[in-house]
């Protein structure tokens, strides 16, 4: 068995977790490699893909481990941790369930989305987002929706979310969109402070595609899990669909996600309280 290993160094605490995860898994006669951000766009086999840090570590590794079919085994070393499975002081469980072989995969969906002749891919969410500069003075984004080739509206206002299930309960989640179990086979459109009473969150077949073209105002950024990637303009279009790629995770047996949901969100209140 070999295991890859990525720390986020932006994170207290890396060099300890390096000498007990290097420690932990020889004593349990684990192959083990490290990986930096040099390494994500090469071909490696592994049977995971050990992660320390919070869900924006994990949705940054999220192509590679897709590309290289590596589930991720998260250790949350973040604040929320909602994709992490361990918390950072059950390391020795983590590598020991793996071991005995008592983890399931959880395969999650994810989006691919073209723009601009390129293609991206989103774990959590693409969004199109206002952006206030200077030169670019327009306080909202007027964003034409379509599905599957029907005109669905247009959605005036700071923007749109399309997410996956997953990103379900992330910035869709923030802006009054549904939560979504991870099993469902669908996506959420949720706009971002909307100026009408009649624009609503969509949730939509995951088998749709969906177009937003941008109809006029401000400069508009598309962001992908939350990293801008692009900029945006009236007449310009972003289409998006259900990825190939799926992101895999490995579960405890008895992992639930209703029990994560009431625990994390929980649980970081009352840090937000502290």
């Known amino acids: ?29 684990i192959e083990w490699e490290f990986i930096k951000n040099s390494d994500l766009k090469k071909n490696i086999k592994a049977d995971a893909l050990f992660v320390y840090g919070g869900d924006g570590t994990i949705l940054h590794l999220n192509e590679f481990s897709g590309k290289n079919n590596i589930p991720i085994l998260g250790i949350n070393a973040g604040k929320l941790g909602f994709l992490s499975e361990f918390e950072k ?23 691919k989305v073209k723009s601009k002749n390129k293609v991206y891919n989103a774990l959590n969410d693409a969004v199109l987002q206002r952006i206030y500069t200077k030169e670019h003075t327009a306080l909202v984004v007027n ?15 700071d923007g749109v979310i399309v997410s996956t299930p997953t990103g379900s309960t992330a910035y869709s989640l ?39 073209e941008i109809n006029e105002g401000s400069l508009t950024g598309l962001f992908i ?18 990825s190939d790629l799926k992101a895999i995770f490995y579960r405890k047996k008895d992992s639930n996600f209703f029990t994560r949901l009431a625990t994390k969100f929980k649980n970081n209140g009352d840090r937000l309280k502290q």
């Open 1 to 29: 068995m070999k295991v890859l290993i990525y720390i986020n160094d932006g994170k207290a605490g890396g060099d300890e977790w390096r000498k007990n995860v290097i420690s932990l898994l020889s004593e349990n006669n």
């Open 89 to 111: 002081d059950e390391t020795e469980i983590a590598i020991k369930a793996l071991k005995n072989g008592e983890l399931i995969k959880d395969a999650r969906v994810t989006l």
């Open 143 to 157: 964003v034409k929706i379509i599905i599957d080739n029907n005109y669905i509206d247009d959605i005036v206002g």
């Open 174 to 212: 923030s802006a009054g969109g549904a939560i979504m179990t991870p099993e469902i086979n669908a996506f959420s459109l949720t706009p971002i402070s909307a100026h009408s009473l009649h624009v609503r969150p969509i949730v939509y077949s995951s088998d749709s595609t969906c177009i937003l």
């Open 225 to 242: 899990d939350g990293m801008l990637v692009d900029t945006l303009g009236p007449k310009d279009n972003v289409f998006i669909e259900k």
